[in-house]
């Protein structure tokens, strides 16, 4: 899962990136550039990213669910110091 937690990390803004700046985001660093496009067409395949020439980026629905997974870690951080501190 780390290489796909690393490839959300490094395209969770929505926008296109190059599969040549992806490659170097954290695990990805150690697949081969036929690992790592094997990966990428794997991801298509089941609609998690979006491909275009050499730039790949998440699917709408995938962003989204990730930007309410990051919101709802962020809230319940938030809640656990609001109950630490009035508690």
Known sequence: MEPFNDLIEATDDGCWHSINEVSTKGSLKKLSMTELMKFLDIL???NF??????EIRLTPPL????????WTERAEKN???TFLFWG
């Open 49 to 54: 990213v979006e491909q275009s020439d050499l």
């Open 63 to 70: 962003l989204t669910f990730t930007r309410n997974i990051k």
């Open 44 to 46: 298509t395949e089941n």
């Open 79 to 81: 809640t656990k110091h």
